[in-house]
């Protein structure tokens, strides 16, 4: 059997999981996996053996200013008939109006803008629910986009395009650095081709987190009024998360909201799902 190496962050996982559901990759190649930020935020050793023994290495490029987890470095150490192939860092923070990512409430300036002009939170959560703060979606989906542009250009694997085309009738994020199965297997079909097997034909039939990554944000009609995206906004929240099915993506946000308006009140506002039963007569 031939070695094959992904040295990558979660999305190589992914990438990982599909290779290993496809039968006639998986009859040819062993997969190995080195996870990138493990080692850099760790300070691991890498374990370089598996680089000198990989037939193929499947890789996310990192900089010159990692020093040792550098990929300039690391692929030196593969032996001349290893095959490469490189794919970039995926990542979208333009399909959810405000998420939570970590301990960090991503895209929370317009909240902060509008407690700065004295609006209350129930002003606040009112706007949001009639769909009437921008969040500048489109303006973030592009930046996010071109973005991912310019990784590409130092990479085999490409995904800007296929996002263009599809994002507003599939999903392909489950958060903004995890992509979903439509997503993933674009990928992976890629490095089939390369490798001269046949690429998969249909992703639908699929869970959209086949490969188990953490995390889904649940989208909203902010998508599809500012992206004109199709999906319904319910299905995907539901789907991934049956013991949450009570909290739609409503309750998601204005959690979201509440918390940032606590923080930036620096006052006691009292507990989120009390205090939201006792607004709902409002909505």
Known sequence: MKKCLVYANCQGDALAHWLNKNSLFSSEYVIDKISNYEHIFDQKKIPKNLFRRADLCIYQPIGNSHGIYATSNLLRLLKPSCKTISFPYIY?????????????????????????????????????????????????????????????????????????????????????????????????????????????????????????????????????????????????????????????WRYIHLAHIFEVYSQQAKKEIGNFPKWLRSLSKYW
């Open 92 to 248: 979208n923070d333009g399909l959810w109006p405000i998420y939570k990512n970590g301990d960090k409430i991503v895209n929370q300036e317009p909240i902060v803008e509008l407690i700065q002009q004295g609006c209350s939170l129930l002003e606040i959560m009112t706007k949001f629910i009639s769909r009437n703060i921008n969040f500048k979606l489109k303006e973030r989906f592009e930046n996010s986009l071109n973005e991912l542009r310019k990784r590409e250009q130092e990479t085999d694997l490409k995904g800007a395009q296929y996002i263009l085309d599809n994002y507003q009738h599939k999903k392909l994020f489950l958060t903004c650095n995890h992509p979903a199965t439509n997503l993933i297997i674009h990928y992976m079909n890629q490095v089939l081709k390369q490798l001269n097997l046949p690429m998969m034909q249909n992703s639908e039939q699929f869970h959209p987190n086949d490969a188990g990554l953490p995390g889904c944000y649940p989208s909203s009609p902010y998508g599809r009024k500012e992206l004109n995206i199709f999906y319904k906004e319910e299905s995907d929240w539901k789907v991934l998360y049956e013991k949450k099915k009570r909290k739609n």
